[in-house]
């Protein structure tokens, strides 16, 4: 354990952001610094068959050491950070013995970590903290879950007398633009199934999340000077403003919760001849979700009627709720559940408001709840880890392995 911490501040200073706009895979070249960090490291714990492949996903196995036949289970996080908020230059901060006050991240620029607005800060009072200096995110979404992976791993390899059967770990990159799944050989991985170490607070355990899809509204409008554009001028940004208002009002991220689904655009740029506006769609109810695409369509279909042909709408699906995958294997949930409760975590079960590689490989034949790995306020500045809450998922990690070798006929 006590490489644990150094393990995580090396991962975080690493410049991992991923690109969604790139074409490549990774999709940003410096995922590769890591990448092959994480490679050697794997090789110096005693990790067997390690290997990376021309996208950058790697592989490793800590071989069974028992006699009898037990399945194969696996461990997956990402290397990859959000493309929201820069990942250059982190200087992570380490807050020891938290008072449960406020945190100054950066006192020049007046950016403070407070209880008073991130109320879950109270309940790590006492406890190691891991914080951002106030420029940065920090990446334990999802460093974190690496750091833990390996640190269980070399606890394992150097604790022989704890009874586990093969177990494989994955590391992928671009998790963070929807494409960690994407290139994941999951024949070759030869898991029965696996858990991605990529959930938030400590006790965490989610089998279900979001349906997904993206979207993009494109508008073609028509410049004419404004003193004689009447019946003449079509202003595209005006059709898009138009198009905006005839979304709920209410459901969008900032105003919903638990199952309830939403959308939320996230970019919108614009000029009289040309708007464009980027959206995304997410429900857990299937059929919600397909009701929203229908009505992106359908004021699509009504702002052409009105304005003519100069309204056009994308729809890309992303990754689909896991939970019909999981539930004929509930067993592996159980599983996972059983280990936090014996290293004394009282687990929260809830489903994701997001989506995980697990998601997506649940349906490619890899079912994979997702674990805590500890980390809060993902994607911005004030992201934070407690120190304690990743040892607690290195505890669980190894709970899991020896569980199911003693579980499982």
């Not at 410096?30 to 790697?58: F, P, T």
């Not at 929201?84 to 992570?92: A, E, I, R, S, Y």
């Not at 770990?169 to 960690?180: A, L």
């Not at 996972?336 to 349906?363: C, N, W, Y």
């Amino acid at each position: 354990m006590e490489k644990l911490l150094p393990r995580f501040l090396e991962y975080v200073t690493t410049d991992t952001q991923s690109d969604p706009y790139s074409k490549t895979t990774p999709s940003t070249e410096k995922q590769w610094d890591l990448a092959k960090k994480l490679v050697l490291e794997l090789h110096q714990i005693g990790m067997q068959e390690v290997s990376i492949d021309e996208n950058a996903y790697i592989m490793a196995t800590l071989p069974s050491n028992m006699d009898k036949k037990v399945p194969v289970i696996g461990f997956i996080s990402h290397f990859d950070t959000s493309p929201d908020f820069t990942g250059k230059n982190v200087k992570p901060q380490v807050i020891e013995n938290y008072d449960g006050e406020d945190i100054v991240l950066n006192k020049g620029k007046n950016i403070v970590l407070s209880p008073d607005y991130f109320e879950d800060l109270q309940q790590y009072k006492g406890q190691t903290l891991i914080t951002t200096d106030g420029t940065t995110l920090l990446g334990a979404d999802d460093k974190a879950g690496i750091a833990e992976i390996i640190t269980a791993m070399e606890y394992l390899i150097q604790h022989p007398e704890i009874k586990h059967g093969e177990i494989r770990i994955g590391f992928t990159p671009d998790e963070e633009i929807g494409r960690g799944a994407h290139k994941f050989d999951v024949e070759k991985f030869g898991a029965a199934w696996a858990y991605t170490m990529d959930g938030s607070q400590v006790g965490e355990l989610e089998f279900e999340n979001f349906n997904a899809a993206s979207a993009k509204i494109q508008i073609e409008g028509k410049s004419v000077h404004p003193g004689y554009a009447k019946n003449k001028m079509v202003n595209a940004i005006g059709i898009a403003n138009e198009f905006l208002s005839l979304l709920p009002p209410r459901e969008v991220p900032e105003r919903t919760s638990d199952r309830e689904g939403f959308f939320h655009v996230h970019h919108i740029k614009g000029e009289i001849e040309k708007a464009e506006i980027e959206l995304i769609i997410r429900d857990h109810d299937e059929g919600h979700f397909d009701a929203r695409k229908q009505l992106l369509q359908d004021i699509t279909d009504k702002l052409q009627k009105k304005y003519g042909d100069c309204v056009t709408l994308h729809i890309e699906n992303q990754y689909r709720n896991m939970h019909e995958k999981i539930v004929p294997v509930f067993h592996i949930v159980e599983i996972a559940q059983e280990a936090m409760e014996s290293v004394g975590i009282d687990p929260i079960i809830k489903p994701i408001r997001g989506g995980t590689d697990g998601s997506q490989l649940s349906f490619m034949g890899l079912p994979c709840p997702n674990i805590f790995a500890g980390g809060h306020n993902f994607h911005g500045k004030y992201e934070y880890v407690p120190l304690e809450s990743m040892q607690k998922a290195v505890e669980v990690i190894v709970k899991i392995c020896e569980l199911t070798a003693i579980q499982i006929k």
